[in-house]
């Protein structure tokens, strides 16, 4: 049994309905069907070698990506002598290599390329074995029509260049990078995406005709499909992560370098100012606008189930961050078109505050799993004046020496502000699930700390960034859980209960 000075170690490192009115995708992809079968081939030789080559075109398209139907690499990635597989735009130069792991990442498709041909090479190392690439068909880019629609008569997004927002393919929406555990993204669940799309960043200006032009395969990211969580109904959001670039090794926040924080709309509009960046479709000036990252922002309107404001989007701005511009922090996803251009109406976006995407986001999947190895308990507890409970989670592998970051979020009702709270974490190495002042109390009360809970604003919380001790035996089990007493004065007194968290050194 792990012993009470240690756990306490643990702790004192730390010291709205609306109609849908148009979802806003755009598609600038063209599946197309195309075979080729290289044959087996081997390398015989002394020498590490290129042991398949051959080109792929396609008239008359701006860009494509390549999508196969079997593909057999020899060697072992373990012992170093693999087999690569080496894609070359024979428009601008880009590369993409990959192996069997990022091919299945890719789910047999490639990064897009510029252009309308590409090279294909496999390099093989003597004596590992039969290498064959067979392909089956292309994504190809074809020039896109004008799409205007925005609040009033001017469109005034702009060019931008969030290092956060990226462009969602081969759908053409817009996905974005978010603060979570596996810093892992969100966009539109009408988006669709899944097995064979990716996400793209440094996005550059279109064609003078309107086609999309790419960044270099080291911009692109691969879905990871066993990520995904989703709806398209009146909540509608999509949650799922990337694989780390094929080129780089790098995840796409490490080279990016910055993530949207997320919180909850306020309760009612006042004087915020809502800024949309997305990629949406565009011919003005000209259509080298096209589908490239913009902004623009304006008032918000309308906060309920839905969000509201008036900040020009067109198809293709799906799946845009709603940010709060005053505190340039996301509180929503972008969804619909409402706006006129006589000036009317109004752009949608689901909250950040949806129950259901609040579920997946405590709930990740996939690669948004890494790091965030804990299973959510559920029994939470609240009531009036709070309408929502408080939120637990964890962030951090439990090896020795690592971080650990425990992060509790809270939102006051603006009728509870100023309130009297602490926030008691209750860590416990055994379980009790027993009855407590109208809940369950979910670890056995091992160790107790409580922090005192600024409820001077809306959205606040108490976050701990600890150090992972050592000396803690591998398969120790906790169990955390985090009870918040307040009063208001007189009768306005009760107590709340975050979700229960268990956990588990690995």
Not at 162 to 167: A, E, G, I, N
Not at 283 to 305: A, D, R, Y
Request: proline share 7%.
């Amino acid at each position: 049994m792990l012993s009470l000075r240690k756990a306490c170690l643990v702790f004192a490192v730390a010291g709205l309905f609306m109609p849908a009115l148009g979802a806003q995708e755009t598609n600038p992809m063209v599946p197309v069907d195309l075979h080729r079968d290289s044959g087996f081939a081997s390398n015989d030789g002394a020498h590490r070698e290129v042991v398949i080559s051959f080109a792929v075109t396609f008239d008359g398209v701006s860009s494509m990506s390549l999508r196969f139907a079997e593909v057999v690499l020899s060697g072992s990635i373990m012992d170093g002598d693999a087999s690569i597989l080496r894609i070359t735009s024979l428009y601008d130069g880009a590369v993409q290599t990959m192996n069997a792991v990022h091919l299945e990442q890719w789910a047999n498709t490639s990064a897009y390329f510029n252009g309308n041909a590409v090279r294909v090479d496999v390099i093989a190392s003597p004596g590992t074995g039969m290498n064959r690439v067979v392909l089956d068909g292309l994504q190809v880019g074809v020039p896109a029509g004008p799409q205007e629609t925005q609040c009033g008569p001017v469109d005034d997004r702009v060019p931008s260049s969030d290092p956060r927002v990226c462009r969602l393919m081969p759908v053409g929406c817009t996905a974005w990078l978010i603060n979570d555990c596996g810093k892992c993204l969100l966009s539109a669940g009408h988006c669709g995406a899944g097995a064979g799309s990716s996400v793209q960043f440094n996005v550059p200006f279109s064609t003078g005709g309107g086609s999309l032009v790419f960044p270099p395969p080291e911009d692109q990211y691969a879905y990871d499909n066993n990520s995904r969580q989703f709806l398209n109904s009146t909540d509608d959001w999509q949650y799922f992560g990337v694989f780390p670039n094929s080129n780089t090794g790098l995840t796409a926040y490490e080279a990016m370098g910055d993530a949207f924080e997320l919180v909850l709309p306020p309760a009612a509009p006042g004087n915020e100012t809502i800024r949309i960046t997305g990629h949406g479709t565009d011919s003005t000036p000209n259509l080298t606008f096209n589908q490239v990252q913009q902004t623009h922002s304006g008032p918000l309107v309308g906060v309920g189930t839905n969000l509201n404001y008036q900040a020009d989007t067109t198809g293709g701005s799906s799946g845009s961050p709603v940010i709060w511009d005053n505190v340039d922090k996301a509180i929503g996803i972008h969804t619909n078109g409402g706006c006129s251009t006589s000036g009317g109406g109004s752009n949608n976006g689901t909250p950040i505050s949806s129950g259901s995407l609040q579920t997946a986001l405590a709930n990740p999947l996939g690669v948004c799993k890494a790091g965030n190895d804990y299973d959510n308990l559920g029994q939470s507890l609240f009531g009036p004046p709070f309408n929502r409970p408080p939120g637990l989670s964890l962030c951090g592998d439990l090896t020795p020496g690592s971080s650990l970051s425990i992060n509790l979020s809270v939102r006051i009702p603006p009728v509870a502000l100023n309130y009297s709270m602490t926030a008691w974490f209750i860590l416990g190495y055994s379980s009790l699930n027993v009855p407590f002042e109208g809940g369950i109390l979910v670890p056995n009360p091992d160790v107790l700390k409580g922090f005192v809970v600024d409820t001077s604003v809306q959205d606040t919380g108490v976050g701990l960034d600890l150090t992972w001790p050592a000396g803690i035996a591998s398969g120790t089990d906790f169990w955390l859980h985090v009870w918040l007493p307040y009063s208001g004065g007189g009768s306005s007194s009760g107590i709340m209960a975050s979700n229960a968290v268990t956990f588990s050194t690995p």
